[in-house]
């Protein structure tokens, strides 16, 4: 990327751009950038402040909606970018924070930055806004051309990588090569699903038997439950109510009364016998004569009181 100039000032101006990469259109306003985009770029290429205004407020002389336009202005750029597209940013582009903000998206997508600086006389600039349909006014325009005369002295320590400045006359003789360069994976890009690889990872359970779809198949999930799952009832007489319908056999109406099953009775676990408050169990206390022993069957000896 250069700048070929011939040493006959008349001659025309030959301008070589790479794609993608980012163009910064710099001047006062009315100093002739929208018709020089209009003249050497595609409408597709160029992004223009007061376009993206009008289609945020319906208004492209509002000036109270910038950081709106001018957040589109960049979210546009950037989406061109990550398709190897050329971006022609139109604005006045005076302010320092806004060329910054151009130079570091350009280092992200490791592209060149370029600057065209309009240097048209201030007379010049009222002229032409003085004959538009759309004006600004001849006291925005001069300090405009004041701001344009600070960024002129500034800019190129801010780490452009081609600054080219234009006179009146060069904005219709220069002429402008464009040569493609595609960058090998953008940031926009990088976390991507390929297109090769659009297949859905398989589930857990398909991936039993190696992936295939016969080993897919052939263990599918069961939908009765497992014998193991549910444990019987511990006591029998009292059956837990079937979660189904009732079987087809108590459907009809039985001709002989229920036989008693043949198998052996289910064992009934019977509590223990509790002693009946009635018959107590009494110790009779020692005395000297000897101990008394009651015998199972027999009431226990008790000493008469004197």
């Known amino acids: ?92 582009a005076l302010t320092p924070p806004h060329r910054r903000e151009y130079l570091e998206l350009a280092k992200r997508f490791h592209i060149p930055c370029v600057v065209f600086l309009f240097d048209v006389p201030l007379e010049k600039c009222i002229e032409r806004d003085r004959l538009r349909e759309r004006t600004v006014g001849s006291p925005v325009i001069e300090r405009h051309y004041q701001a344009f005369t600070q960024t002129k002295a500034d800019i190129k320590q801010e780490g452009f990588d081609q600054i080219i400045e234009l006179s009146d006359e060069d904005t219709e ?54 014998p193991a799952q549910h444990p019987p009832a511990s006591s029998p007489a009292q059956p837990s109510p079937p979660a189904g319908p009732p079987p087809k056999l108590e459907a009809k109406a039985p001709s002989s009364p229920p036989k008693a099953p043949s198998g052996p009775a289910p064992a009934q676990v019977e509590a223990p016998p509790v002693a009946s408050p009635a018959a107590p169990v009494e110790h009779p206390a020692p005395s000297s004569q000897g101990t008394n022993r009651a015998t199972p069957g027999s009431a226990p000896k008790t000493k008469p009181e004197p």
């Not at 910038?66 to 970018?81: D, G, I, K, M, N």
Request: glycine letters at 6%; aromatic letters at 6%.
């Open 173 to 226: 003789k220069v002429q402008i090569e464009i040569i493609f360069r595609p960058i090998p994976q953008s940031p926009v890009t990088a976390g991507r699903r390929p297109q090769g690889e659009s297949r859905p990872a398989p589930r857990p359970w398909q991936q039993r038997a190696g992936g295939s779809p016969a080993g897919r198949e052939a263990r599918p999930p069961s939908p009765m439950p497992s």
């Open 1 to 92: 990327m250069a700048e070929e100039q011939t040493a006959n000032q008349s001659q025309d101006k030959r301008v070589r751009l790479v794609r993608p990469s980012i163009v910064l259109l710099c001047g006062p306003a009315a100093c002739g950038k929208s018709t020089f985009a209009q003249r050497h770029f595609r409408p597709t290429q160029i992004i223009s402040s007061d376009w993206a205004r009008g289609r945020v407020c319906d208004d492209e002389r509002d000036q109270r909606f910038q950081p709106q336009a001018f957040s589109l202005v960049r979210y546009l750029t950037e989406l061109r970018l990550g398709l190897n597209r050329l971006c022609v940013v139109d604005s006045t």
